[in-house]
């Protein structure tokens, strides 16, 4: 079994600012994340996974229950690190990318 850490992210904004919204999520067990002050780039690498995850398995699709969904979002991700390949790594997926590095690092 995989433990995930639910992880709400924002900006300094609203959810910052509202005790009892942080509250709430320290209540779930949910960590808090925030971006650097003045520092969108913070957000960027998430906002664009979120957004070709919800282009290319969301959209269009009828989840009938939340684990069918979590479920599809598990396969997305695992797709996405292992198998989805990209034009900026070299035609090659995350995982691979990462491996041809690691891979080649001699310990002593």
């Known amino acids: 079994d995989c433990i995930f850490r ?5 900006d300094q904004g609203w959810a910052y600012q509202m005790k009892r919204y942080s509250k709430t999520l320290k209540d779930n067990d949910i960590f808090q994340s925030m971006s650097r002050k003045g520092n969108c780039y913070d ?4 906002e664009n996974f979120f957004s070709i995850l919800k282009q290319e398995m969301y959209y269009g699709q009828t989840y009938h229950s939340f ?3 979590a479920d599809s979002i598990t396969n997305y ?3 996405y690190n292992e198998e989805r390949i990209k034009e900026k ?3 090659l997926s995350p995982v691979q ?3 041809q590095y690691t ?3 001699v310990f002593s």
């Open 43 to 46: 957000n960027s690498p998430m």
């Open 89 to 91: 790594l070299g035609w």
């Open 6 to 10: 639910r992880t709400f992210h924002s």
């Open 103 to 105: 891979n080649s690092i």
């Open 77 to 79: 991700i695992n797709y």
């Open 67 to 69: 684990e069918e969904l």
């Open 97 to 99: 990318y990462r491996n």
